[in-house]
């Protein structure tokens, strides 16, 4: 197949998603994004800019967006999934009767659905019945804001089927941005999940006044826990060493611009949850998250200190002097 005559779905419109689909335009796809608000799809048509996430930057003109899942779907031979992980069910069901039968599903997505403990790569496959050869996921340190103003990344693209990680790669390999491929889908995405709750602990840490000695020791030892509850579930030790892993941790725990930090610096300053949710506006998948990450940790029985005491932060189960206390204060054993 001509890349240069490939068609790429995004659903939908948020800041990563059209990361994504600036990324796969440059890379020379056609790209189509699926819009709920219909300003937005206009003025990505008419003006090439998302007012709702970067006005200052003009998209390419080969992206054009739609608020009709079935005209951005008709002929897409990659779907870019960008949605909030919580509500990937629900939306994918409608969508699926759009997904033509050669469309290679694409999951940008980093968080663990509530209840069934599921990874959106396995909500993908179970809800719209496709080979798990037919989606990969992309994961990797991609702030979506440095990504927009062209500044280098990388991702890894994590498919069973090789040739088919291949073609994902084709598609979105671009001056600035270069994907690598691999078979760990279970390694990538459970990196991309568990790094928002550490990304939290990291926030809370630095609101409270803490400095790089405790946010490094909170990203070392969130990447100990993320590899024992990746592996526990099959994953390859190195997956989480690599860009999915330690690369997105570390961009999401001392990056500003990242959302699950963010909001873990509100609470650290003090706000409620709530408070913490109207400053920060955007989707905090790690919010979501954590509560889901414990229950497989309990599962596989895995320890994971870190993200208990976030999850018990969040359902205010402790103070914020509680958890502080508790992320700093772990008995000494050797490390591992």
Request: aromatic share 2%; glycine share 10%.
């Amino acid at each position: 197949m001509n890349q240069h005559h490939a068609r790429t779905a995004v659903f939908s419109a948020g800041s990563w998603g059209t990361a994504m689909g600036k990324i796969m335009a440059d890379a020379g796809t056609s790209v189509i994004m699926h819009a709920r608000r219909g300003e937005i799809a206009d003025a990505i048509n008419t003006q090439h800019r998302n007012p709702g996430y970067f006005p200052d930057i003009e998209l390419p003109h080969t992206v054009r967006a739609t608020t009709d899942p079935a005209a951005a779907l008709n002929g897409a031979d990659f779907l870019v999934l960008s949605i909030p992980a919580q509500s990937l069910r629900a939306s994918l069901a409608a969508w699926t009767p759009h997904i033509g039968p050669d469309t290679v599903i694409v999951s940008l997505m980093k968080g663990i659905e509530i209840g069934s403990g599921l990874r959106a790569s396995q909500i993908i496959t179970e809800v719209t019945g496709l080979p798990a050869e037919r989606v990969a996921v992309l994961s990797g340190p991609n702030l979506a804001r440095e990504i927009m103003d062209g500044q280098p990344a990388a991702a890894t693209i994590a498919c069973p089927d090789e040739a088919t990680a291949h073609r994902v790669q084709r598609a979105c390999h671009t001056a600035y941005f270069r994907p690598y491929t691999s078979a760990d889908v279970v390694g990538c995405e459970l990196g991309g999940a568990v790094k928002n709750v550490i990304a939290l602990a990291v926030g809370i840490a630095s609101g409270m006044g803490m400095g790089h000695n405790s946010q490094a020791m909170l990203i070392t030892r969130g990447l100990a826990e993320t590899t024992r509850l990746a592996t526990a579930m099959g994953a390859h030790p190195a997956t989480l060493a690599g860009l999915a892993g330690l690369g997105d941790l570390v961009a999401t725990c001392s990056s500003p611009l990242s959302r699950n930090r963010t909001f873990g610096t509100h609470l650290g300053h003090g706000l409620t949850v709530a408070e913490a949710a109207a400053a920060t506006r955007q989707t905090t998948e790690g919010v979501k998250s954590a509560e889901s990450i414990l229950a497989l940790a309990g599962d596989h029985d895995i320890e994971m200190p870190i993200t208990e005491v976030v999850s018990d932060l969040l359902h205010e189960k402790v103070t914020l002097d509680q958890a502080a206390s508790a992320l700093m204060q772990r008995p000494p054993k050797p490390e591992r």
